[in-house]
């Protein structure tokens, strides 16, 4: 049988590269190092994990995280079988002792009979000799510059980011709506595109005093020449350059009117929809350095979110990944070069464990493929299916920014109102959910 190649031996490719392997399909795993070096890894192993050894909440009942952790044991995922074993104690969370669990990855793989990893940079986009050629592209947010060139010249440059500039996402159902009101700007296309937070001007004062006390986040050492463009600046860069910088800006107050309130506002901050199912919704201009607990704190403070639910915090850092809402098919096939599969945080998503979960489904699909079995995308009730839809169709393409898993890309449960009741219903219905696609996945 004719391996698949897969390229790149983090997590998202090893995990790739153990679902085919279980499943009988040969596989080449190319991975630069030692060959070449990256700035962010120390050693030669796969599946390194370089920033934290936290793969989060381990809870699946009422955790989006833990959810997919749960349905990744159950599909026997290698990442998963590696944490279990090496794992640390850490709470709630699944934190790990990170030597060993890449040492366990890469023993694994190695020692597997199926497996080949070949030591070399894949410096371009590899086509297609004939038909049968499969590829997994799961080369990270450090993707080398010949990678990430021949993947623009590919894709079209405009479709290929090389670093997040994140505004922080608020779940809808805790906007309070009693002090927000929508409307779209000088009421613009259906007039009600916009949900708007109004400060009177000792609000804002305090607001922008807040945020540049703030405590901040350096850019790693990989990032140090990460270039801000003047389109899309740190918020608090903005707020040093002057108090009222900001009011000129994304909190400016032309063309809205306060339905609650009778004075004029003295500035605005809008949030925009951020997911077709409406849950989800973007702080307009608001990508930020601030550490996540200075984000939580200062953006309460605006009027309306004092009990806002994040369901992602801002940030800006080095990573290279694709437009995959506009780019990828639902089984995560480049459209224009269906030969091709992207995988992990090079298709957009954001984290270790969905950036495993993304080389998991890769797997999966590239294994099907090569049996000629057909497989149908994971319900979008469950966190698998939920990243998936998000990240290759349910997104907005033009704002597509990395996104970890969480409740808010599930389809909604309404007739549970309790916050906590709710995630259960949400983990209950995934869980049953996931069980009859997990038996389409295999051996083939």
Excluded at 173 to 181: H, L, P, T
Excluded at 323 to 349: C, E, I, T, Y
């Amino acid at each position: 049988m004719k391996p698949v190649h897969v390229i790149g031996g983090g997590l998202a490719g090893s995990e790739a590269a153990w679902q085919l392997a279980r499943r009988g399909v040969p596989v080449v795993l190319h991975e630069m190092r030692p060959v070449q070096s990256s700035p962010a890894h120390e050693s030669d192993h796969l599946a390194e994990l370089v920033c934290s050894n936290s793969l989060r909440s381990d809870d699946s009942d009422y955790n989006a995280v833990g959810l997919l952790h749960d349905e990744m044991r159950r599909l026997g995922s290698l990442v998963m079988q590696a944490a279990d074993k090496h794992k640390v104690p850490a709470g709630g969370a699944l934190a790990v002792d990170r030597d060993l669990f890449a040492q366990e990855i890469t023993r694994t793989l190695e020692a597997h009979p199926l497996v080949t990893r070949v030591a070399e940079e894949v410096s371009t986009l590899p086509e297609a000799a004939d038909p049968d050629d499969l590829f997994i592209i799961a080369t990270g947010p450090l993707t080398s510059d010949a990678l990430a060139s021949s993947i623009g010249a590919a894709t079209g440059a405009e479709s290929l980011h090389f670093f997040d500039a994140i505004a922080p996402i608020v779940a809808r159902e805790s906007i309070d709506m009693s002090k927000a009101w929508m409307q779209s700007r000088y009421d613009k296309g259906d007039g009600t595109d916009y949900i708007n937070c109004a400060m009177d001007k000792t609000q804002y004062e305090a607001f922008i005093a807040a945020l540049l006390a703030a405590d901040k986040i350096e850019f790693k050492a990989w990032e140090k020449n990460t270039p801000y463009f003047e389109g899309c600046l740190p918020i608090e860069v903005m707020a040093s350059r002057g108090i009222e910088t900001l009011r000129y800006g994304p909190m400016k107050p032309v063309g809205l009117t306060n339905p609650h309130r009778s004075e004029k506002s003295y500035a605005i901050v809008q949030l925009r929809q951020d997911n077709a199912l409406g849950t989800m919704w973007n702080i307009v201009g608001f990508q930020t350095k601030m550490t996540y607990g200075a984000q939580e704190r200062v953006f309460r403070m605006i009027p309306g979110l004092e009990n806002a639910v994040f369901a992602r915090l801002g940030g800006i850092h080095r990573n290279t990944f694709i437009n995959s809402p506009l780019l990828l098919d639902s089984s995560l096939r480049l459209k224009a070069r269906p030969h091709l599969r992207f995988a992990g945080q090079v298709m957009g998503v954001e984290g270790y464990i969905e950036s495993a979960s993304m080389g998991l489904l890769a797997g999966l699909y590239a294994a099907a493929d090569r049996k000629g079995t057909p497989l149908s995308p994971p319900p979008r009730t469950t966190a698998l299916g939920a990243l998936l839809t998000h990240v290759t169709g349910e997104a907005e393409s033009q704002t597509f920014q990395p996104m970890n898993v969480n409740f808010s890309l599930f389809p909604p449960i309404t007739k549970v109102k309790s916050g906590r009741d709710r995630k259960l219903a949400y983990t209950a219905r995934a869980k049953q959910d996931i069980a009859p696609w997990i038996n389409q996945t295999g051996p083939f």
